[in-house]
C-alpha cells in the first residue's frame, strides 16, 4: 500500500516523501492550490531504497494550507495529505509565534499487539503439549496403553514441528486492527474534530399501574421483557466502538476517537477525527465492517447534529520526534541486523496504525533517533546482544532504512551514506540543532573518555550557540543534559526484558561524557548564551528541569538553561521519579559552577508534550515580572502542556462551550474553555533570572 509523510516544512516549500512498492514504481505528487512554480514531475520508484523518495517542492506561499495528493502508477485513488506552510511577517528571521508536539519512545501497538499474540500462542503450543502427559486412563482415545506410548512422542513432535514453522513462516504477527487503542488516535482528535449526535432506540421503562385495568397491566408486564429483548437486539445491530471507521453521504469519512450514549435522552455522541469531507445533518451514518473478507458497511443511523470539536490546544506547526521510534529489539533483544528487518519495522510501527500514518501525512515531522532504531544501548564499542554480529554491522544495516525512512524527511536529509545525521532549521527567530547522540558515540576510548558525540558535531554545535546567542534556541538531544539522574535510584534499575545492561549509563551525565557535558556548559558561560532550551525524551516520562550556570544572581552573572522531556507517546515501562535528583550542585574542571533543579516531573501515563513559542513584549513582561530585558523589544516566553495520550475523557470534553444570549438579546460572552486533559502545564520566563530564593519545597 503506498504511503505519504510530510517532512521538513517552510514559509516557501515541504519535503514530501512517498512510498510505492513492486507494484506502484511511479508517483507524481500534486499541490492544491498549485504551487507558483508548477507541479513537481513524476518521479520513478527504485527497490534500491524501498520504492521511497523525497520530492521537494519550492515556490509556496507563507501561511497557506496545501492539499497534498500523490498518485501512483498503476493505482488510481490518490493518498492525501495536507500542510501549513510557516508564517512569514516583515523579515525571515521575524518573532513569530507558533506551537510543536515533543514526544519520543513509540512502543507501537502493532508490536504489543504481536508479541501478546506471541505469548497467547506460546501459551496454546505449551498445553497441547502438555496433554500428551495425561495419565493413560484419561485418554478418550485410543484406549490401548501401546499406541497411546506411539502417539505421544509423535504428538509433542508434530506440535513442535507446526508451531515452529508457523512462527518462522509469519512471526505469528496479526492481521487486521491491533487489540490495543493508538494513542495518535487522541492526540489527531485533541488538535482537530467533529461531535456527532445520533438517535438511539428509546429504552423501555417499567410499566405502571395507575390507569390501567389488571388485564391491561398484566399484558404490559407480559410485554415487557419482550420490550427490553428487542431493544438490546436494536441497540446490538447499531454496534460501534472506538477506533472504528464511519462514513456518510457526501463521502464524508473519519474515524471514531471517543463516545458515549446518553439513554435517557436516547442519544448517541461520537467524538470523529481525521475528518475527510463534511459530516450534515440528516445524512446517514455508516460503520465500516470486514465480513466474509470483504468490506461493507453497517448504517448507524442518520445524523441529527453536527458540531465542531473544539482544539484543546493550539493545532501544532510540527512534530519533534526525539527518539525511538520504533523498537527494534522487542521483543526479541537477540534479533540480528538486517535492513530489510528494519525498513519492515518502521512500515509496521509506522503504517500498520492506521491514526500515525494519518498524523504523518497531515503536520511536518522532524526526528533524531536512539538506541532502539538500532539496538539497545548502541554505542560504537558496545557490547552486541547477538555474540555473532559486531557493532558495526548494527550500525551499517540500521541507517539503510533509518536514511530511507526518517532522516530523507529532515531538511538536507538526502541519502548520502556519510553526511552527518544532525541538522539545524529555523522558525523565524526561532533556532532548533537536532542532535545525532547515538550513532558516533564511543563508551569508552583507549585514548581518552567517552564520547556521546564526534568532534564535528561539537565544533558544530558550540559555533551555532555562539552565533544564535540572544536568540531563543532549542536542542534537541534524544537523552537527557540537564536532568540529574540519582545514582542511588539507578543502579538498582534494569531493562524489563534484558537485566544484564544497565541503561541509565549512557546519559549525558554518565561518567564517561562527563568532559563533552561539562565542555559545553562552560561554553554556555564564557559566551554568555541566552534563551536556550534542551528537548529530550528517552526516560519515559515528561518534566521541566533547570540548570543555573554561574554563582550570581544578575544576567550575566548566571544563565539559566531549562530542558523539557516530552513522551513517552506509547510504553509499557514509566519512568519513576525517584530516578532523577531533585536539585544538585556541581563545578566543572574549569571552576564553572552549576546547579541543577527538577522543577516539575510526570511519569504515570503514556503522554506527549504540547509546547507553545510566543514572544511578549516587554512592557507586559515587567507589568507582571520584578526584572526587564533592557533594550528587548519583545521577549520569548516558552508554554508546555502535557497530553495524556490513552485516555478518554468522553465526547463533552470536545464540545464548544455555547454562549447563551442575555436577556436583551445581545450575545453573551462564552464560558471559559477548560484546560482539557493538561495533568502537567507551565510556563519559561526569559525576562527573570531565576535566584536562590526562587527555590520553593518540591511536592
Not at 584 to 603: C, I, N, P, S, W
Amino acid at each position: 500500500m503506498p504511503h505519504v509523510i510530510i517532512g521538513h516544512t517552510s514559509s516557501d516549500s515541504v519535503r514530501v516523501w512517498v512510498k510505492g512498492d513492486a507494484s506502484n514504481t511511479t508517483c507524481a505528487v500534486t499541490l492544491r492550490p498549485p504551487p507558483r512554480g508548477g507541479q513537481p514531475a513524476s518521479v520513478r520508484l527504485v527497490p534500491d531504497n524501498d520504492y521511497t523518495y523525497v520530492v521537494v517542492v519550492h515556490d509556496l506561499k507563507p501561511d497557506v494550507e496545501y492539499l497534498v495528493e500523490a498518485t501512483f502508477s498503476p493505482s488510481i485513488k490518490p493518498v492525501c495529505g495536507r500542510i501549513r506552510t510557516f508564517k512569514t511577517l516583515t523579515a525571515p528571521d521575524a518573532a513569530v509565534p507558533f506551537s510543536f508536539v515533543l514526544s519520543s519512545c513509540n512502543l507501537s501497538i502493532v508490536s504489543i499487539n504481536d508479541f501478546l499474540a506471541r505469548l497467547a500462542a506460546t501459551a496454546g503450543a505449551a498445553l497441547a503439549t502438555s496433554s500428551l502427559d495425561i495419565a493413560p486412563y484419561r485418554w478418550r482415545r485410543p484406549k490401548s496403553a501401546v499406541l497411546q506410548s506411539v502417539v505421544r512422542p509423535l504428538g509433542k513432535c508434530a506440535l513442535r514441528l507446526v508451531a515452529g514453522a508457523i512462527q518462522y513462516a509469519t512471526g505469528l504477527k496479526q492481521t487486521g486492527s491491533a487489540y490495543l487503542r493508538s494513542p495518535f488516535l487522541k492526540l489527531a482528535a485533541v488538535f482537530e474534530s467533529c461531535v456527532i449526535d445520533l438517535p438511539l432506540p428509546a429504552k423501555p421503562t417499567k410499566p405502571k399501574r395507575e390507569g390501567s385495568t389488571a388485564d391491561e397491566y398484566a399484558q404490559k408486564l407480559k410485554d415487557y421483557p419482550k420490550d427490553l429483548e428487542t431493544y438490546a437486539v436494536d441497540k446490538r445491530r447499531l454496534f460501534i466502538a472506538v477506533g472504528d471507521r464511519v462514513e456518510s453521504s457526501p463521502g464524508a469519512t473519519g474515524v471514531v476517537a471517543s463516545m458515549s450514549d446518553d439513554e435517557g435522552k436516547a442519544l448517541r455522541r461520537l467524538v470523529i477525527t481525521q475528518v475527510d469531507g463534511t459530516f450534515q445533518p440528516a445524512a446517514m451514518l455508516r460503520r465500516h465492517v470486514v465480513e466474509k473478507g470483504k468490506f461493507a458497511t453497517r448504517d448507524l443511523g442518520l445524523i441529527t447534529r453536527v458540531r465542531k470539536g473544539r482544539a484543546w490546544y493550539e493545532p501544532p506547526s510540527f512534530f519533534i520526534h526525539a527518539g525511538d521510534q520504533i523498537y527494534y529489539d522487542f521483543p526479541d533483544p537477540d534479533r540480528p541486523p538486517d535492513h530489510r528487518a528494519y525498513r519492515l519495522a518502521y512500515r509496521e510501527a509506522w503504517f500498520e496504525d492506521d491514526a500515525l500514518r494519518h498524523l504523518l501525512a497531515h503536520w511536518p515531522h522532524y526526528m533524531t533517533l536512539d538506541d532502539h532504531e538500532i539496538a539497545d544501548q548502541f554505542a560504537q564499542d558496545f557490547n552486541p546482544p547477538n555474540r555473532d554480529v559486531v557493532p558495526g554491522r548494527y550500525l551499517d544495516e540500521s541507517l539503510v532504512a533509518y536514511r530511507d525512512y526518517v532522516h530523507a524527511l529532515n531538511p538536507g536529509g538526502e541519502a548520502k551514506p556519510n553526511r552527518p545525521l544532525w541538522f539545524t532549521f529555523e522558525r523565524g527567530a526561532t533556532r532548533f540543532f537536532v542532535m545525532d547522540t547515538r550513532t558516533r558515540r564511543w563508551n569508552s576510548r583507549a585514548d581518552a573518555s567517552g564520547e556521546i558525540i564526534d568532534p564535528e558535531q561539537m565544533r558544530a554545535l558550540l559555533v551555532w550557540l555562539r552565533e544564535h546567542r540572544t536568540a531563543l534556541k532549542f536542542v534537541v538531544t534524544s537523552v537527557p543534559f540537564v536532568a540529574e539522574l540519582s545514582w542511588t535510584a539507578t543502579e538498582e534499575k534494569h531493562d524489563w526484558y534484558d537485566p544484564r545492561r544497565n541503561s541509565e549509563q549512557d546519559k549525558w551525565t554518565a561518567p564517561a561524557f562527563t568532559a563533552q557535558r561539562e565542555e559545553i556548559i562552560e561554553h554556555i558561560h564564557r559566551c554568555r548564551i541566552e534563551h536556550l532550551v534542551f528537548l529530550t525524551g528517552d526516560m519515559h516520562c515528561c518534566y521541566h528541569a533547570t540548570m543555573r550556570i554561574g554563582k550570581g544572581a544578575t544576567r550575566y552573572e548566571s544563565t539559566v538553561v531549562h530542558e523539557l522531556a516530552g513522551g513517552p507517546v506509547n510504553q509499557l515501562q514509566l519512568g519513576r521519579a525517584a530516578e532523577f535528583a531533585r536539585h544538585r550542585k556541581a563545578q566543572t574542571t574549569g571552576e564553572v559552577d552549576y546547579d541543577v533543579t527538577l522543577e516539575r516531573f510526570h511519569g504515570d501515563v503514556s503522554a506527549v508534550m504540547h509546547v507553545k513559542v510566543d514572544y511578549v513584549s516587554s512592557e507586559r513582561i515587567a507589568a507582571r515580572a520584578s526584572h526587564r530585558d533592557a533594550g528587548a523589544a519583545v521577549v520569548p516566553e516558552v508554554e508546555w502542556n502535557v497530553i495524556r495520550t490513552l485516555t478518554d475523557p468522553g465526547p463533552e470534553g470536545w464540545l464548544v462551550d455555547e454562549a447563551k444570549p442575555t436577556r436583551d438579546g445581545n450575545p453573551a460572552t462564552p464560558p471559559a474553555i477548560k484546560s482539557g486533559e493538561a495533568v502537567m502545564s507551565g510556563r519559561i520566563s526569559f525576562a527573570r533570572r531565576r535566584e536562590p530564593r526562587d527555590l520553593v519545597t518540591w511536592p
